[in-house]
């Protein structure tokens, strides 16, 4: 489509906006070729005015793209054969603070079957969220809290504690799922003083979080991975009582190396972790927990279990005495196998 406005900015924004909707599905009507076109600057500037949960209808619109959340996304003009009423919730949710914003993350599991329309957040300035405000629905891969709804920003080194749950929809009718994490995520602004270096520092650990936690391992055959390349499973262990995470594998692979990093403070003798199969049995010797930040390889590893089959279990067991704090990453190297 041909269109001539006064302002040759707004022609190219326009033609976007056009080829855009085309993309999306929306039959674009014919006009004629010699036609002034009001400008659009004003409109996407105004959707993109905070403050509002949805502070961006233009960037919403993009981090929804293949995420199964878009209105116009095939992935929800699937039809499920049952609509379920309680949602999964979100996993693997994350904050991290900048310098006058705190960022919030998150991972939609099992879009189709849930009908998910979107994630609600909560905010609390103390750990138990006895204070927590909900601050709405968000369609999207990520949030930037500003402070909402106030549009000056945090002040230094402002800590806020986030809840999200999925929103589920059969007809007009809204399901919800738990609120999680049951330990509530923080994020903590930026000390005063702080520099565009420890700024940019952050902002790297956010993007690599928010790219690393929307890909689905699942969805990768075995047939497109090369067995030359080792692969690396990371499988995070939250504080908590004894008991077990089981990951089940897209591809057949053998164990050749586990190690952890302790996270969340320090454990105390006898809290272990162990990596099995699904049916419990032993892969590696059990790995004693000490102090926070403490890198602990594996001694051993059993090579009469070490080889888990095409979709089979790999289960990380935490055993926790009830007096430390047990959270970890556990990272364990495969070689896959044909």
């Known amino acids: 489509m041909a269109l001539i ?21 929306f039959t674009l009507p014919i006009l004629d070729p010699i036609v002034a076109i009001p400008t659009a600057l004003d409109t996407i500037s105004t959707s993109t005015t905070e403050p509002a949960i949805r502070e961006s209808l233009v960037l919403e619109a993009f981090q929804e793209i293949g995420l199964g959340l878009n209105p116009y996304d ?27 914003e705190i960022g919030i993350s998150w991972h939609i599991q099992r ?27 968000f369609r ?29 929809a059969v007809g007009e009718t809204p399901y919800y799922s738990a609120w999680t994490p049951a330990t509530p995520v923080s994020g903590t602004t930026l000390a005063a003083g702080a520099t565009n270096v420890d700024l940019q520092a952050r902002v790297d650990e956010f993007t690599r979080r928010v790219q690393s936690q929307h890909i689905f391992p699942g969805a990768i055959l075995g047939s497109d991975m090369s067995p030359d390349v080792p692969v ?14 089981d990951t089940v594998l897209a591809w057949r692979g053998r164990i050749i190396d586990v190690w952890l990093i302790k996270t969340g403070g320090a454990a105390v003798q006898g809290d272990t972790i162990q990596v099995q199969t699904g049916a419990g049995a032993a892969i ?5 927990l000490w102090s926070d930040q403490q890198k602990i390889p594996c001694e051993t590893i059993d090579d009469a279990t070490y080889d888990i089959a095409d979709a089979g279990t790999v289960r990380v067991r935490r055993v ?7 959270a970890c990453e556990v990272y364990i190297l495969f070689q896959r196998i044909l």
């Open 5 to 25: 406005s006064s302002d040759p900015t707004t022609d190219i924004i326009q033609l976007w906006l056009d080829e855009y909707l085309a993309q999306m599905g």
């Open 320 to 326: 926790n005495s009830g007096a430390g704090n047990v």
């Open 284 to 288: 590696t010797n059990l790995i004693p």
């Open 74 to 100: 095939v992935i929800t003009r699937i039809t499920p054969i049952t609509f379920p009423t309680t949602p999964d919730p979100p996993v693997d949710v994350y904050a991290l603070g900048f310098d006058i």
């Open 111 to 137: 879009l189709v079957g849930n009908h998910i329309r979107a994630v609600e957040i909560r905010r609390a300035t103390l750990v138990d969220m006895s204070d927590a405000v909900v601050l709405g629905e």
């Open 232 to 245: 690396l499973l990371r499988v995070v262990v939250p504080t908590g009582v004894t008991g077990d995470i």
């Open 140 to 168: 999207g891969l990520f949030w930037v809290d500003k402070n909402f709804p106030v549009p000056e920003g945090w002040g230094d080194s402002i800590q806020r504690f986030y809840q999200i749950r999925s929103v589920a």
